[in-house]
């Protein structure tokens, strides 16, 4: 018989876990297209690493449905412009690669101010 291999838990696992919070883990590729029966794409939210000439590094969380409009989130974080993190810097920025940002791992880690 086959081992099971056990899963680590993600930080958010861990964290609701914690706080007694019941959860159920969700294992989905919302860039293909396939979701689970009662998910919208609009359900989903996407993490995006920017810098703002002022703040420096931010996060800003919205639908995956949505665009971020840089120039609303540079009014209301304090800043004249903001722009995307580069992909090269992204890593050593935020601690995470191109698609695995991760707002409370990101959060945990730095004091970077979230936009949702």
């Not at 919208?40 to 359900?43: I, L, N, T, Y």
């Not at 665009?67 to 840089?70: F, K, P, T, V």
């Not at 993190?85 to 935020?94: A, E």
């Given at each position: 018989m086959a081992k099971k291999t056990k899963r680590k838990k993600t930080l958010v696992e861990q964290i609701l876990d914690k706080a007694y919070i019941a959860h159920q883990r969700?294992?989905?590729?919302a860039l293909e297209g396939d979701l689970p029966s009662g998910i919208?794409?609009?359900?989903i939210y996407?993490?995006?690493a920017l810098i703002g000439d002022k703040t420096g590094p931010l996060i800003?969380?919205?639908p995956l449905t949505e665009?971020?409009?840089?120039k609303q989130l540079a009014k209301v974080s304090g800043n004249k412009k903001v722009s995307m993190?580069?992909?090269?810097?992204?890593?050593?920025?935020?601690g995470y690669v191109h698609?695995?940002?991760?707002?409370?791992?990101?959060?945990q880690?730095?004091?970077f101010p979230i936009f949702i």
């Open positions: 969700l294992s989905l590729n919208q794409a609009s359900d996407k993490t995006l800003g969380i919205i665009h971020l409009s840089e993190i580069p992909k090269k810097d992204l890593q050593k920025t935020t698609g695995a940002n991760n707002p409370v791992g990101i959060r880690k730095h004091s």
